[in-house]
């Protein structure tokens, strides 16, 4: 499983678009860029998952190059409820098998 | 969407006994679980893949006779801390797939406090 490199934190006020960048070097042909998001004391929640160039959902957008070797996950005008702790997978297949997570990047919000 | 549930959300244990753990999946039969642990401010760590009907897979450092994992049905696994002590203090999280493939569906986590 390809390992992934993200900032640890990153602070943004309400209404700000927030871009969250996760290095996967060793990404693999068959993987896919998947993140989840992480409120204290809750399970993970998906957010988003994509191979290559764009892909949006009505929570975000997963910006992928054509290289592959990083993905910039963004949020549009996020509020204070978007505070929460930001993960970066990368994983075999749509829907995969078990998930291995990273250190996450701990997103704060300010008014 | 799915749904999983875990249960009990939080438990305090005195030390030396065992707890157990309820993961549940709502609306659809889960042929494979996962167990995370999450100490404060780290990130999840998984512990073991439950499969129905079989034994489960522990990932390395993890003791399988210290979490026991149990997946009799397709909606059900369980995980229980045996002779519990401090350390073992944690947020457990369960997630579940139907089939492959299939979105994670992740439970609400349980916080575990040993005295």
């Known amino acids: 499983l390809a390992k992934t490199t993200q900032p640890i934190s990153m602070d943004s006020y309400e209404g700000q678009e927030v871009n969250i960048t996760c290095s996967h070097n060793?990404?693999?042909?068959?993987?896919?860029i998947t993140w989840y998001q992480q409120f204290p004391s809750q399970g993970p929640r998906f957010i988003i998952q994509?191979?290559?160039t764009k892909v949006t959902n009505e929570v975000a957008s997963l910006f992928i190059p054509a290289d592959r070797k990083s993905s910039t996950l963004s949020l549009p005008r996020v509020s204070l409820s978007d505070t929460a702790v930001y993960y970066c997978?990368?994983?075999?297949?749509?829907?995969?098998?078990?998930?291995?997570f990273g250190t996450g990047t701990r997103l704060q919000v300010f008014p | 969407g799915a749904v999983v549930s875990q249960h009990p959300s939080w438990v305090i244990c005195k030390s030396g006994t065992s707890v157990k753990i309820e993961c549940r999946s709502l609306?659809?039969?889960?042929?494979?679980m996962f167990w995370y642990r999450q100490f404060p401010k780290q990130s999840l760590m998984l512990m073991a893949t439950?499969?129905?009907?079989?034994?489960?897979?522990?990932e390395q450092g993890v003791e399988k006779d210290k979490f026991l994992i149990n997946h009799a049905s397709l909606t059900l696994s369980t995980l229980t801390v045996t002779s519990a002590h401090p350390e073992d203090s944690s947020f457990y999280i369960c997630?579940?797939?139907?089939?492959?493939?299939?979105?994670?569906?992740f439970g609400e986590g349980s916080r575990l406090t040993v005295l």
């Open positions: 994509g191979y290559k």
């Open positions: 060793n990404i693999a042909t068959n993987d896919y």
């Open positions: 439950s499969n129905e009907g079989s034994k489960a897979t522990y």
């Open positions: 997978l990368v994983v075999l297949g749509v829907g995969t098998d078990k998930l291995i």
């Open positions: 997630s579940a797939r139907a089939s492959y493939p299939g979105e994670l569906f």
């Open positions: 609306d659809f039969q889960a042929t494979t």
